[in-house]
């Protein structure tokens, strides 16, 4: 009986799998933003193109 109390005991007191839940959630939340910036950019990259292209008329073809 004891020994399942000590192997109770030793879970409860390591803490490794909640730093990699979390590190994990971090990873998460930092690919997120930085696909949402990528996008921005690009929609931003495109739209300055198009304006520009607008602009030359027939030249930017």
Known sequence: MK???SICS???RDD???AFIE???LLGVILAVGLLV???VGNW???QWST???G???KCK
């Open 3 to 5: 020994s399942i109390l």
């Open 10 to 12: 030793a879970f409860h």
């Open 16 to 18: 490794r799998g909640a």
């Open 38 to 40: 990528l996008t921005k």
């Open 52 to 54: 520009l292209c607008s």
């Open 56 to 58: 030359l008329g027939s």
């Open 23 to 25: 590190y994990t959630a």
């Open 45 to 47: 990259a495109t739209n």
